[in-house]
């Protein structure tokens, strides 16, 4: 089935419609030349077969999807993002919690009452309604709600990264679907040279003039051909399943004509790209989150060990003894909490926290340095591949093509050997692999690069943004 988005469909579709009014025009013919006769009916069959087969196959109007478009998709509908933004919302959702007073004690009760269970025989007895609050005084709680505030940064500097990589996973399927499509259209001429290479060596063999192993070398790359395109087609349907499911799309394999990828032409000089793995790089940030969290929690667990204020109020209501009323009491308390056993649990959580702040440090480091790494070693190799598709456009494939068409002239001219004429399209086959499989791999190569700088700017791209909720 074609696209009339593509030049291509758009011929095929005014061809399909010369031959299905052509078709309709020899059923009128037919109808009127054997009316009343017994064939009029199977000349009318025919032509409505042939309509519905034409109709089958006719183009249908497709909207082509652009890598943008694609990764506007990503960001809203693939489902590893959506669960995690669900998790920068449960980190936000922590944050108030954190640094919360505890909940107050109310109490009610009776106090002092006689075995008799009487309210009026003794002057102590009475009814209670008490209420007691924990007040704290070290500022543990205001560092937890630090900690919480800065995990829940990280978690939200992480859904960041994981967006860039999914692009970049998603700019790799698009360029694996895209010229696997092209690797088969390569295939597919060349079937068709080979198909014009069977004819010419058969017809020579057939005067006399030619050789019968010229006809099955013909016969055999043709045939070959067909694995090619059998495999070229399988590699475009499994990258376009990929790119379908990292868009969110349920059900079959992507079905849009694909527009061609872009292909930014990079600076030789690397500063740019190392720009883009700077300290507001996401992966620095979440690492950078990670450890102000465990350093802040440190610093709360250790403040534990300061003492707390215990509040206390209760209020006493007393029933009149022997006639004589009694006034009401009232009981104020303050307390204090002794850090008694805090060598037991205060003291190790804060040291556990310490060491999980210098591992992220650590951590923050490393990834500092795998960033400039990568980054140098993706720019050198997009400058390689972007070379080598220079080379193979303007020079190798340019010159297989010259090759090819003064292997025929010398043919046709009978100056030359039909197997040169085999060996030079052979070549230029080989030549257009290579060529299509060097962008596909500098489109890799670049979408690498934007998983390792999260800039789209560096290649063209308007990035969609990713945000932390959904909601």
């Given amino acids: 089935m074609f696209h009339v988005s593509t030049p291509r469909g758009r011929v095929l579709a005014a061809a399909l419609a010369r031959l299905a009014g052509a078709a309709s025009s020899r059923a009128r013919t037919l109808a009127a030349r054997t009316a009343g006769g017994p064939l009029t ?80 025989m003794d002057p102590m007895t009475m009814k209670m309604v008490g209420v007691e609050q924990r007040v704290p005084l070290s500022g543990a709680n205001r560092l937890s709600r630090r900690s919480a505030s800065a995990a829940a940064q990280a978690e939200g ?136 969290r465990y350093r802040l929690a440190a610093r709360a667990a250790r403040r534990m060990m300061w003492p707390d204020l215990q509040l206390g109020l209760s209020y006493g209501i007393r029933q009149p003894v022997m006639g004589l009323a009694q006034d009401n009491m009232w009981t104020a308390t303050a307390g204090l909490m002794l850090p008694v056993f805090a060598g037991q649990r205060e003291l190790p959580m804060g040291a556990e926290m310490d060491a999980m702040a210098r591992a992220a440090e650590s951590d923050l480091r490393a990834a500092t340095l795998e960033l400039d790494r990568q980054a140098r070693s993706l720019h050198a190799t997009a400058r390689a591949d972007q070379r080598a598709v220079a080379l193979l456009a303007d020079t190798v494939v340019a010159t297989q093509q010259r090759a090819v068409a003064a292997s025929w002239s010398s043919y046709n001219a009978g100056a030359g050997d039909l197997w040169r004429v085999f060996e030079a399209t052979h070549a230029l086959y080989g030549e257009d692999i290579a060529l299509v499989r060097a962008r596909q791999e500098l489109a890799r190569t670049e979408a690498r690069l934007l998983a390792i700088t999260a800039r789209g700017d560096l290649f063209g791209l308007s990035l969609p943004e990713i945000k932390w909720s959904a909601r």
């Fill in 157 to 292: 500097a992480g859904l960041e990264m994981a967006g860039y990589e999914l692009f970049a996973m998603a700019w790799e399927a698009y360029a694996d679907a895209y010229y696997a499509g092209q690797l088969a259209r390569s295939s597919l001429a060349h079937r068709g040279a080979m198909g014009q290479l069977v004819r010419s060596a058969r017809v020579r063999y057939e005067a006399g003039n030619g050789r019968l192993d010229d006809v099955l070398r013909a016969e055999a790359e043709q045939a070959r051909t067909l694995a090619d395109l059998e495999a070229f087609e399988a590699e475009a349907g499994g990258a376009r399943a990929q790119l379908a499911a990292l868009m969110g799309r349920e059900g079959a394999a992507l079905a849009d004509s694909l527009e061609s990828p872009p292909a930014p032409a990079l600076n030789e000089d690397v500063s740019s790209i190392i720009a883009g793995v700077n300290g507001n790089h996401p992966r620095l940030r979440e690492l950078r989150a990670q450890a102000e």
């Fill in 41 to 120: 009916r199977m000349a009318t069959r025919r032509a409505v077969v042939a309509m519905a087969t034409l109709l089958a196959v006719a183009p249908h109007a497709a909207m082509a999807l652009d890598l943008q478009a694609a990764l506007r998709e990503v960001a809203a509908a693939n489902p590893t993002l959506a669960g995690r933004r669900e998790m920068v919302e449960a980190a936000r959702s922590r944050v108030a919690p954190a640094g919360a007073w505890q909940n107050p004690m109310v109490e009610l009760g009776a106090i002092n009452v006689p075995a008799g269970g009487r309210f009026d």
